[in-house]
């Protein structure tokens, strides 16, 4: 079935510095691509999204590209803040009404002043 | 700006109790849904709920599992006889509508504990 791999974490960097966290994924047909972000003690929240493969996705500095010839999703920042530190979760939905994320694990980054 | 909500934010229960974990969806908001997230595990998908019906249900949504929208503003997840592996945090989600590319709406989450 569709499935998510991420990067293990956890990602520990210093403020400015280059964020890189991979995501490669397995599925059928064309999937929609997805990062999302949690804060410590709050929810699940869409950071970006890519819907066909070479879009690119951006929000708050973070950037992806679907890349279908890798099956890759990889989430870059080019410097980091420590507001950034969180858990980022890649994840992937089928093109059909009302279908599920599958999620990959998710990788916590610690950004120190 | 509207938001998920769920009660309570951290539940603590014997093994074998039944417990209803609730969320408020998005008002205007059709399909809704149950995930977990063992600790250091992947968020699973449990089930998936639209026109006061499940749509789609994962392997982990067995019997012991039930949804229910009671009253046109609370999604419940209510599970029989809890087991120590249902330890785990829920969140639940809302979407708007039919387009498979709208955004998925997550709660903060609910933090159950069986002992």
């Known amino acids: 079935g569709d499935s998510v791999t991420q990067m293990e974490g956890p990602v520990t960097l210093s403020e400015e510095a280059f964020l890189t966290i991979n995501c490669t994924y397995t599925a059928t047909g064309y999937p929609s691509l997805f990062w999302y972000v949690q804060y410590p003690g709050e929810g699940l929240q869409l950071l970006l999204k890519?819907?066909?493969?070479?879009d690119k996705g951006s929000n708050k500095g973070f950037e992806a590209t679907y890349r279908k010839e890798t099956t890759s999703f990889h989430l870059e920042k080019g410097s980091v803040q420590v507001s950034d530190s969180a858990v980022y979760f890649c994840?992937?939905?089928?093109?059909?009404?009302?279908?599920?994320?599958?999620f990959g694990k998710g990788t916590t980054l610690s950004v120190s002043s | 700006e509207p938001e998920v909500t769920q009660t309570p934010s951290h539940q603590v229960t014997q093994m074998g109790q039944e417990v209803i974990l609730r969320c408020v969806p998005i008002s205007n908001h059709l399909y809704f849904y149950w995930y977990r997230q063992i600790l250091g595990q992947k968020v699973e998908f449990l089930v998936s709920?639209?026109?006061?019906?499940?749509?789609?249900k994962s392997e982990i949504f067995d019997d012991q599992f039930s949804v229910e929208r009671p009253d046109g503003s609370n999604f419940t997840l209510k599970i029989r006889s809890t087991k120590l592996e249902d330890s785990a945090m829920y969140f639940c989600?809302?979407?708007?509508?039919?387009?498979?590319?709208?955004?998925?709406?997550f709660g903060p989450g609910t933090r159950l504990t069986v002992l």
């Open positions: 890519a819907t066909k493969a070479d």
């Open positions: 994840a992937l939905k089928a093109n059909q009404a009302g279908t599920a994320l599958i």
């Open positions: 989600a809302s979407q708007k509508g039919t387009s498979d590319h709208n955004e998925q709406f």
């Open positions: 709920f639209y026109n006061n019906e499940i749509s789609e």
